[in-house]
Structure formats: C-alpha cells, structure tokens
C-alpha cells in the first residue's frame, strides 16, 4: 500500500527537524512499525539483468529514500558511505553484507580487515556508517530468488569510495538513480518522473 509508505516517508521527514538530533533507532523503529515489506510495492521495483537497481523514491536536502532491487547474485562494490548514515529493511529476499574496517582511500593497500558477515531476510532492518564499517551487499545467486531493500540515506550520498580487493586499489565513484520514482513531492510517489537507464 502506498498509503504506508507515505506515511513512513511523512514520519521520517519531521525526524530531520533542523532543531532535532537523529536518532538511527528512530528511523529502524519506524521500518519495523510500518513493516514495508508487507505492502504491495511491486509497482515500485525496477529490476536490470545486468546490475542491482537504485530506485530514488524521495529526496530532500536532509535524507533520500532508495529502493534497491537485485536479480540474484547481483552485488555491490566494497564501498563507504561518504560520512552518511544509512538505514535498511529488506523488502523481499535475503540480502548478505560483508562487512569490513573502514580505511581511507590513501591507506588502502589491497587489503581489508573482515569484520562480522551478516545476512538480513525480509523485514529485517540494519544500519552502518563508515564508523562501523564498509561492506558489499549483496543478493546470493544460491537462493535463485529477486531481491528489494528500501535505504535511507542521510544526508543524500552522491557518490562512495569503491575498494577493489583484486586491483588494489579504492576510487570515487558517482552514484546515479536507475529509475525515479517521486522526488520533494510524496504525492508523486506513484508517478514515474524518468527513467536514467
Ligand atoms: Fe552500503
């Protein structure tokens, strides 16, 4: 129902008070209470044979919203997140994040120090900064099943470090939107605005 997920993106706006501190805890709290994963979002998901997909369904200055759908085996780069916060709640599927200690591009060396690895089924809710940790998600070809999280970024992340364990080497890299679903306006949530690919 995209009556929830209204709602959810309404709760989470008036968090980012500029008078308020974020809480991270609020924001899972509010993906557990609205349990997006049991509404019909269907609509919403946007797959690519070749890559994962970055669906904006909200952004303003202070935080974005992202569906993210992934055919099996699809995954991320080893990546940061540029100094932001992030919060997810898979929405369908299981999705794994090898995680791993932070280290700033100039000291990257080819090697990185393996932390916990997690794996979050639907309705689960995580959340990382670069003071945990970096990570790959990804979609396990094993399960042979699609996969949809929903992310929100705060503040709005436009581009990450990506590490490469096989070059050795960590570059900046520009994040793009796959398909937009609604920007300022939650009423335009429903209305595909474009398409980028
Ligand atoms: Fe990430």
């Not at 509010?30 to 909200?58: A, D, G, P, V, W």
């Not at 780069?77 to 369908?92: A, K, N």
């Not at 997690?118 to 042979?144: K, W």
């Not at 699609?146 to 705060?154: E, N």
């Amino acid at each position: 129902m995209l009556t929830q997920l209204r709602e959810f993106i309404q709760k989470i706006s008036r968090l980012f008070s500029p008078s308020l501190a974020i809480e991270n805890e609020r924001i899972l709290e509010l993906m557990h209470q609205y349990k997006l994963f049991e509404c019909s979002l269907e609509n919403l998901y946007y797959f690519h044979q070749s890559h994962y997909t970055r669906n904006l369904i909200f952004k303003n200055e202070f935080f974005e919203i992202l569906i993210l759908c992934w055919e099996p085996g699809q995954k991320t780069p080893i990546h940061d997140h540029e100094g932001q916060h992030c919060c997810m709640t898979v929405l369908r599927g299981t999705i794994e994040s090898k995680n791993y200690v932070y280290v700033k591009s100039i000291d990257f060396k080819g090697d990185l120090t393996p932390l916990l690895q997690e794996t979050y089924n639907r309705g689960d809710v995580s959340y990382i900064d670069d003071e945990i940790g970096i990570h790959q998600l990804e979609n396990p070809a094993i399960n042979n099943r699609r996969a949809c999280t929903l992310h929100v970024y705060y503040k709005p992340i436009v581009g990450c470090l990506s590490y490469d364990l096989e070059t050795k080497t960590a570059k900046k890299v520009s994040l793009v939107y796959n398909r937009i679903i609604g920007q300022r306006d939650t009423h335009r949530i429903a209305q595909e605005i474009s398409f980028l690919v």
